[in-house]
């Protein structure tokens, strides 16, 4: 009996090792799970942490270019409203510090030919980043637009939009953009049978898909602009008056630049032709008692002769009855030979340039408080830019894509006083930083 009790004693002490062994095993077990897990989330964190400061430094470097770049062109336009602007002694910091931000920037502003250029570099931590942006004029703006409006762009059925080259024949690549400021429903209709081979645009904030419906066809991207481009009114220059009441041309004749001037009506019978010659001739129409207009009876002609051009500046209206023809009569289809200014404010009244059915017109259009409608069937090259504009059924209408780089343009060499904007910009997050940024 004695025997088997110790028997009992011993089996079960045994039996408590092994407990107590496999117990201890499986805490060790345990206690390196929680320690590799404890190491894990900790190496997270570390990582999570460097990557939030990685982020910070990034974001902080992009901001302090932008900041850069917005300071230089800053400084650039108000010595250009000052009249300081001086090409030797441009706008340049280098190592400006931007409040809240541990990171620094540098800017400069460049004249390379006859363009200005700004240069803005940023850095944080680790990290550069350097734009490199073209300046334009806002009226350069306005231009790069084949169709620009401040509201309704209207296109009826079977209409053409597209563009082409002056300059070249055989150019492809004439891509460009139309659009409005607006931002309401439908402003940009563009209708069926209608084909449109360029970008569509809505004003900033606007949603592209209900201010660009399109049942025709849109051969380009629908997008919101970003910043709205300022309509600068033109002003008309200083002219001897040539009338005050009606001048009519009832025969073929020529004007040279001694017959510019202001008149208040400007008619020219039907069939009949004003002959543009010699030069520049600038024309200021007046709109005395609100009367003041120039109109083209039905089958008459401005021609404009090679090497010539005519700048019209309108205070009244146009108007243009059946199958008028505006147009330069060089070896190119170059519309910068007719330059159509709408110096009327809304104060004054709605300024209407109208033209009607089978109308032919070679001619550069920048009217901010006008309405341009062409009625059917019109052909048109150039470009437009008005409060409203309406392109009738069966219209063509051809974007000059050379009117961009055009230095000819009257209104573009007295707008610097309406400040630059940029034209178009890169960057680089691995270029080398310039010397004078070090």
């Known amino acids: ?62 901001v302090c270019t932008d ?13 250009v409203s000052d009249g300081t602007l001086n090409d030797y002694s441009l706008p340049m910091s ?32 680790g990290f550069r980043r350097i734009i490199t942006a073209t300046l334009q004029t806002q009226m350069d703006t306005i231009i790069d637009y084949g169709l620009f409006s401040k509201g309704q762009l209207t296109f009826e059925q079977n209409i053409l939009v597209s563009g082409y080259d002056s300059r070249d024949p055989f150019a492809t690549n004439c891509t460009f953009d139309i659009g409005t400021t607006g931002t309401d429903w439908s402003l940009v209709p563009i209708c069926t049978g209608t084909v449109v081979n360029a970008n569509a645009f809505c004003g900033v904030g606007g949603v592209p898909n209900d201010v660009i419906p399109v049942t025709g066809t849109l051969n380009g991207t629908k997008y919101a602009l970003t910043s709205e481009p300022e309509f600068v009114i033109p002003t008309m220059p200083s002219l001897s008056v040539k009338n ?12 040279t630049p001694a017959n510019s001037g202001k ?88 300024q209407q340039i109208a033209l009607q059915s089978q109308s032919t017109l070679t001619a550069m259009i920048y009217a901010p408080y006008g309405h341009v409608t062409a009625t059917s069937t019109a052909g048109i090259y150039g470009a437009i830019a008005a409060s409203t504009i309406n392109i009738g059924t069966g219209s063509k209408f051809y974007f000059d894509v050379a009117l961009r780089d055009n230095p000819n343009i009257a209104l573009q060499s007295n707008s610097s006083s309406s400040g630059y904007t940029v034209k178009r910009w890169s960057e680089t997050t691995t270029g080398e930083i310039p010397d004078w940024a070090d």
């Open 244 to 255: 005050t009441t009606q001048y009519v041309i009832s025969s073929k004749t020529t004007f």
């Open 94 to 125: 280098v190592g400006e510090t931007l409040p809240g931000s541990q990171g620094v920037f540098s800017y400069k502003i460049i004249k390379t030919g006859g363009e200005y250029s700004a240069v803005s570099v940023g850095a944080c931590g």
């Open 263 to 350: 008149y208040n009506q400007l008619l020219i019978s039907p069939n009949q032709e004003l002959v543009i010659s010699g030069g520049t001739v600038t024309i200021g129409i007046t709109n005395i008692n609100n009367c003041g207009f120039l109109q083209l009876e039905s089958g008459a002609k401005i021609t404009v002769q090679e090497g010539s051009t005519l700048i019209l500046y309108l205070d009244g209206n146009l108007y243009g009855y059946d199958n008028i023809t505006m147009k330069y009569a060089g070896s190119t289809i170059d519309p910068s030979h007719i330059q159509i200014y709408g110096t009327a404010a809304q104060a004054t009244g709605w």
């Open 1 to 62: 009996m004695k025997i088997k009790m110790k028997k009992k004693k011993r089996a079960l002490a045994y039996s408590l090792r092994r407990r107590n062994g496999a117990a201890v095993v499986l805490v060790m077990l345990i206690v390196t799970v929680l320690t590799i897990a404890g190491m894990a989330l900790l190496f997270m964190s570390y990582q999570s942490a460097l990557s939030a400061v990685r982020i910070a430094q990034e974001t902080a470097c992009r």
């Open 67 to 79: 900041a850069g770049l917005k300071m230089g062109l800053n400084i650039f336009n108000k010595q």
